[in-house]
């Protein structure tokens, strides 16, 4: 099986979405790229965010990407043209976990944040996603897009909660 579709397969929408606007379509490491550009996008938003909103605007963030990346892998998968199951160049699971690993650290929503939490937060989600530890490992295995983006919530919490015990 090839590891790139050329093109991938699906409506422009989700496939942007789903791809994170393309950033899963750069090599190596597709999962990579699309965990560091959220982290420096989320990284961006927290420094030029009030304090008191940054909680809100990661729930939000969250949560948008959380409904429509569902969609959009779930749009992806069922177009018959997608041969593969996870296509690597669906990224939009590793967005979504990213966010819910900034959005848990509590240092993140003060006005002192160091940049090496968010850093750290971005790396943690990464080894957790490879890694694929038990439990994380039972959700990649539910149907479609559930499953796709399933796996990455959880890493993406467990990362969350390891920095903020971290740096506790």
Sequence with gaps: MPDVLLPL??????RWVATVAGLGFLRPGP???GSIGTG????ILVQVTPPSWVAIMLMVIASTIGVFGWWSVHRLLHDPRTVLQ?????????AFGVSLALLVVPTVHTVAC???VIMVA???FRVLDIAKPY???RLETLPGATGIMA????AGLLAGLAVTMLWA
């Design 86 to 94: 996870d296509p690597p160049q669906v990224v939009v699971d590793e």
């Design 114 to 116: 160091p940049t090496a």
């Design 9 to 14: 397969a699906g409506p422009t929408w989700a």
């Design 122 to 124: 971005v790396l943690m």
């Design 135 to 137: 439990p994380i490992d």
């Design 40 to 43: 420096v996008f989320l990284w």
């Design 31 to 33: 999962g990579t790229w």
């Design 151 to 154: 796996d990455d919530a959880l």
